[in-house]
Structure formats: structure tokens, C-alpha cells
């Protein structure tokens, strides 16, 4: 049997904190962590574009124990793209992480599956580590299609994505129903659409792949997700705009792992 994937925690600020706030909320984490390291526990934070360099300048000065995502990126290298940001300007920057498909991008500015999936090549090209987003709207769900739903995402992005990328993969399930709405899936939904993915996953020889669950995640339901739902981790929204809260999400996962060890 192969050891238990180590699990990881991102906290996604989406649009929120200008950059004097993103450092002070970096730092915070930084003392946090180091006053009870993450041991079993990989911890990645994804600011806003115009925090970037403030946050991956701090990471690097004060070695906090983190590593530093982008929201999102254009999959062209350059060019007439006012308003994007390119792979390369993330990697002059830092950036190990990269989200693609977060809901919000495609539901609100028109991502659809084929920009899904050139965006997520560019990413595993340039060596970046990249976090494929799926999941359903509440209405999908009310009608039994979730699985098809999230296996047609899945496909539409990772077919014939060459096997020497696919340890730069990792995969969070995030219900659309659940997202900023203070629902959150119950433990054997989560489950049962955490067997699904990797399922999935597994016929496209992405089996080693972490799966993460995103969908008002907190620090009272962070420890059954783990233990009853077998997340391998977690995508964060609000919870990780204050360190405390996002802190307690991690410990609940590090203190997970360390009773399977």
C-alpha cells in the first residue's frame, strides 16, 4: 500500500486585501506557523495579482513556511492581452501555484472548458504547479448529474495531457451550492464525490493526483471532511482571510494525517 498523500491547504483571498493588508496577514501566518508547524501539511496562499510580489517577498525574508499561488493566468506568453498576466510574469515573481476553473472564472468571465484546458498546459509547461477546479451548480445537483458533470470537466481538461505533467496536478471539488453560501456538503457527499474524482482520474493515469475540497470549508467541519469525506486537503475562501481561522483548518488536517501515520 503507498503512504497517504500528504495533504494541502490553500487559502484562496480572492479580491480582498490591498497589498499592506496581504502583509499583515502574511506575517500573522508566519508567526502562527511557526508556533505550531504545519509538519504533515503542504500550506499554499493565492493573493490578489497586485499582492503577489508583496507576499512572495515576505515568504522568501521572514522563511515562512508557505508557498504562494496565483487566482489565475492567460495561457499566451505575451502580447495584446490588456489586463492579463502571463506564466512567465508569475515566475519572475515566485509563484509555484496556479488555480484553473475556479467557478468564479468561468460562471463570471466566460472560461470555458477549451480555455480551461490550454490554460492548465501552459501552466504544467513552464514547470508551475496547477490546481484544476470542478464542481456543480445547485440545480445539476438536484437533478443527479453531479458525477457526469465533474467527469466531463475533468476530461474536457486532463485527456492526453502527457504523463510527465501529471504529478503537477492537483484536482479540488468545489459545489457551486456551497461556495460563499455557508452551505457546505455534507461528509459523505464529499466522499462519495471524492471517489468519483479519483475514479476518474485514475483512467486518465492520474491516480497519484490530491484531490481537495473546497465549498465554505471552517475550522469546526475541517477535521470530519478529513476524516469522513477522505479530502486529501482544501481550497479556503473566507476562512483564510484571518490567520486564526485558516490555521485551525490546517491543524485539523496536520492532526488527521498524523493519527494515520
Known amino acids: 500500500m503507498s503512504a497517504p498523500k500528504k495533504p494541502l491547504v490553500i487559502g484562496n483571498w480572492k479580491m480582498n486585501l490591498d497589498f499592506v493588508e496581504a502583509v499583515h496577514l502574511g506575517q500573522q501566518i508566519g508567526v502562527l506557523l ?23 517577498s515576505i515568504v522568501a525574508s521572514e522563511r515562512i513556511a508557505v508557498t504562494v499561488a496565483a487566482q489565475h493566468v492567460n495561457p499566451n506568453e505575451n502580447g495584446a492581452h490588456t489586463g492579463e498576466i502571463s506564466v512567465a510574469m508569475l515566475q519572475r515573481l515566485g509563484v509555484e501555484w496556479v488555480l484553473v476553473g475556479h467557478s ?44 457526469e458533470w465533474v ?18 496536478v492537483t484536482v479540488a471539488y468545489e459545489p457551486i451550492w456551497a461556495i460563499g453560501t455557508g452551505l457546505t456538503a455534507t461528509s459523505a457527499q464529499v466522499y462519495e464525490m471524492m471517489t468519483h474524482v479519483r475514479s476518474v482520474l485514475a483512467g486518465l493515469k492520474l491516480v497519484d493526483a490530491r484531490v481537495l475540497y473546497g465549498g465554505s470549508v471552517n ?43
Open 104 to 147: 468564479e472564472r468561468r460562471a463570471l468571465y466566460a472560461m470555458d472548458d477549451a480555455i480551461v484546458a490550454a490554460t492548465l498546459r501552459a501552466v504544467v509547461r513552464s514547470g508551475l504547479k496547477v490546481v484544476l477546479c470542478v464542481g456543480e451548480a445547485l440545480d445539476v445537483r438536484e437533478e443527479g448529474d453531479q458525477d
Open 219 to 261: 475550522a469546526e467541519n475541517a477535521a470530519s471532511l478529513v476524516a469522513e469525506g477522505h479530502v486529501d486537503g482544501f481550497l479556503v475562501g473566507g476562512a483564510s482571510l484571518k490567520a486564526e481561522s485558516f490555521l485551525a483548518i490546517i491543524g485539523a488536517c496536520d492532526d488527521c494525517y498524523a493519527l494515520k501515520r
Open 151 to 168: 467527469r466531463r470537466q475533468l476530461r474536457a481538461a486532463l485527456e492526453g495531457l502527457d504523463e510527465r505533467f501529471g504529478e503537477l
Open 34 to 56: 511557526k508556533n505550531r508547524p504545519a509538519e504533515h501539511t503542504d500550506v499554499v496562499v493565492a493573493p490578489p495579482f497586485v499582492d503577489l510580489r508583496s507576499v512572495t
